[in-house]
């Protein structure tokens, strides 16, 4: 007897042109003041370079690491991280090399650690899915989904706590919205009125499984009105819009209120983990990932940008030469650097007391 | 010195740490309750008000990482779990989290969070509200484990665990509650250097515990002297990182060895004893005689006799030690 192997989407869709592939192409509208955004070029560039940088050590296999790429996804990392402070507390997840690099996290620090360096930022005992850079305000990515998001609401209750209007920050995907735990945390961040953004960076995937397998709805926002947490949902490819929508929250945020839920609709050109496109795996993925391309970042705001005449040809060349030049350097740097030493093992386990 | 009870002991930890250290709060189910966590916490949220005293949603997982991040913050919070079952729901937060976050950032990173679980069974609860469980958490390195057996180390230990940099697991126990001692002002302690500590001399066999069951050892040891056999007490104190060097010197002394043990036996505490003692034993001396009682390995019942045949009691921790006498 045939079997259905076909899995039928229970989600309806109630984001419209936020999740069509075929929309949002054109250039970005930009704010009267739009100097910030010619620095937030370079800022994506570096991620994407970065990032391609390192998909090229997995395919060569100098890396190892489970590599969780944000390719594609770029403008909301930085879009949130243009109005974060240093003081600030941020936390990640599996894919987060985007989070550390917006928020001013170190490309060597980064390259050394994926390959497992004493000199990486986690000094070669994390890789790809442990990132940190403190005096930055990025406290910390590790790949539980959903792990980081409590961790966030603590650290929100110690802003309020210090009561100097820093505030917290929790990266995560639509597939951890599906955790107990991120409802636990929304609802405790609220009673708590810990000054929490909760940044969904949504997708629509999680691994190979569409939203629309997994969830009633394709978004995540509905949760927020649950738990009386105030929210935006917007595209999240749109640095512009990321960054005015963070702009308004943090305004209430940073005076004693409590938590907000940003939406940021997106898309990963590269596979859930690897360098690979991976356009075989999950429903629609396929039909609809090259005119996601053309929803690309990067290339809307520089289109953006050339269109108020805030930049040209010859800047961006002289942008992307730079990024190149320090991605070359930051690489080589770290492939020649050394591993941690075997003793470090037990050494870094514990506070006291812990070396053989 | 003041005679205090064991339960009345850590609210004096409590009391010494909000009062001295601006950087402790504590978080937890049942807080501002006047009987969830015995009178172990009674009235703090008054004394020191609810913004440093929380009560908070039925949400274990979520209180426990908000005690994570908060330590990653420059704070000591202490999250309550009112039972070791409840705590259960907040293990990937403790094991996962707290306990690797320094290791995988490479040393730079200190997570002082004491998480506090509270064991908290008999009277036939049953199942779901029995557990302690403190063999499974001292096998995470990176999580400290402490277990106080007397109302002093009620008291010490935790304030220790607080002020120790690295996550604690401090697991109390109910039935250890009314038990009394002479105590001196409580004052700073550190973590470092604590570990097992031997409460009564002996040569011919070693009693081995922790929290109620090196209670029980005692007991049993005074029953043992009676019969005139001296046995030798340890109270493990700190399961992890555990120091075996009493353990050792103890039975290279009686070369009999009794881990007693109040959770179960499969790979357990009492295994793990044993394996120290048995791995240490110099051949010379002969044969290292050793035995285990624990619960037995199933649920913890409810019915009355169920629960009495689960539960071991100080006349079983005697006959054991004195079959090893034969």
């Known amino acids: 007897m045939a079997v259905n192997s076909t899995p039928k989407l229970v989600g309806t869709d109630v984001l419209g042109p936020l999740a069509d592939a075929a929309e949002f192409h054109g250039p970005i509208a930009l704010p009267a003041d739009a100097a910030p955004y010619a620095g937030a070029v370079e800022t994506m560039l570096t991620i994407r370079r970065a990032e391609e940088r390192i998909a090229d050590g997995v395919a060569d296999g ?134 929490v953004l909760f940044v969904c960076e949504n997708n629509l995937f999680s ?33 512009v819009a990321v960054a005015q929508a963070v702009e308004g929250a943090m305004a209430s945020m940073r005076q004693g209120g409590g938590p907000f839920l940003l939406e940021c609709i997106t898309y990963r050109w590269r596979g859930h983990v690897g360098h690979r496109e991976d356009e075989d795996v999950g429903v629609a993925r396929k039909a609809d990932h090259g005119r996601w391309k053309g ?62 | 010195m003041t005679r205090t009870a064991y339960g009345p002991a850590i609210r004096e930890a409590f009391e010494w740490l909000l009062a001295n250290r601006p950087e402790v709060f504590t978080i937890g189910q049942g807080l501002w309750s006047p009987w969830y966590v015995g009178n172990s916490m009674t009235n703090l949220d008054k004394q020191f008000g609810v913004e440093r005293v929380i009560d908070t949603p039925v949400s274990e997982l979520a209180t426990t990482g908000a005690g994570l991040g908060a330590a990653l913050c420059g704070y000591r919070p202490i999250v309550i779990h009112p039972r070791v079952d409840f705590m259960l729901l907040a293990v990937d937060q403790i094991v996962t989290q707290a306990a690797k976050w320094r290791s995988m950032f490479g040393g730079q990173v200190s997570a002082p969070v004491t998480v506090r679980g509270i064991i908290n069974r008999g009277g036939e609860q049953g199942a779901q509200h029995s557990q302690a469980l403190h063999s499974w958490f001292a096998h995470i390195p990176g999580l400290r484990v402490v277990m106080p057996a007397t ?56 009693l081995v515990g922790c929290g109620f069951a090196a209670h029980q050892c005692l007991q049993a040891a005074d029953a043992l002297e009676r019969e005139g056999i001296r046995a030798e007490v340890i109270d493990l104190r700190v399961l992890n990182p555990l120091d075996g060097s009493a353990i050792v010197r103890s039975t290279a002394k009686t070369g009999r060895l009794l881990a007693v043990d109040g959770d179960w036996r499969s790979c357990g505490l009492a295994s793990e004893v044993i394996a120290i003692a048995a791995e240490s034993r110099d051949p010379s001396r002969g044969a290292l005689r050793a035995a285990r009682l624990t619960h037995p390995d199933a649920p913890a019942p409810t019915s009355k006799p169920l629960e009495k045949a689960f539960y071991f009691g100080v006349d079983d921790v005697v006959r054991s030690a004195r079959a090893l006498m034969g």
């Not at chain 1, 403190?134 to 802003?159: K, Y």
């Not at chain 2, 002020?163 to 038990?179: A, K, N, Q, S, T």
């Not at chain 2, 302690?189 to 570990?195: A, E, M």
């Open chain 1, 62 to 195: 100098t890396i190892r690491c489970p590599c969780h790429l944000a390719i594609g996804q770029e403008a909301a990392a930085v879009g949130v991280a243009m109005h974060l402070r240093a003081t600030d507390r941020a936390f990640g997840a599996h894919r987060s090399h985007a989070h550390f690099l917006a928020m001013g996290g170190s490309l060597h620090g980064l390259f050394a650690e994926v390959l497992g360096k004493d000199t990486g930022v986690s000094r070669g005992m994390g890789g790809s899915m442990h990132l940190i850079a403190r005096e930055r305000g990025f406290f910390g990515s590790v790949p539980i989904v959903g792990a980081t998001i409590p961790i966030a609401v603590g650290a929100g209750l110690a802003a309020r706590m210090d009561g100097r209007g820093d505030v917290a920050v929790s990266f995560f995907g639509d597939g951890a919205t599906e955790e107990g735990g991120f409802h636990e945390s929304m609802n405790l961040a609220r009673v708590l009125d810990a000054p």
């Open chain 1, 207 to 239: 691994s190979h499984l569409h939203i629309g397998l997994r969830q009633p709805t394709n978004s995540v926002a509905r949760y927020a009105v649950a738990h009386g947490v105030p929210h935006a949902t917007v595209d999240g490819n749109d640095v």
């Open chain 1, 295 to 356: 929803r690309d970042p990067i290339g809307r705001l520089v289109a953006g940008l050339k269109a108020r005449g805030l930049m040209d040809d010859g800047a961006l060349a002289r942008t992307e030469a730079a990024v190149a030049l320090r991605v070359q350097q930051a690489w080589a740097q770290a492939v020649e650097d050394p591993y941690p030493a075997e003793g470090e093992l037990l050494a870094r386990t514990w506070t006291t007391g812990g070396a053989a």
């Open chain 2, 151 to 206: 109302a002093r180390d009620a008291r010490d230990l935790l304030i220790a665990s607080v002020l120790h940099d690295d996550p604690v697991l401090y697991i109390d126990d109910r039935w250890l509650y009314e038990v009394e001692e002479e105590l001196p002002p409580a004052g700073p302690v550190s973590l470092d250097g604590q570990g097992p500590v031997v409460r009564r001399e002996g040569t011919d066999v070693t």
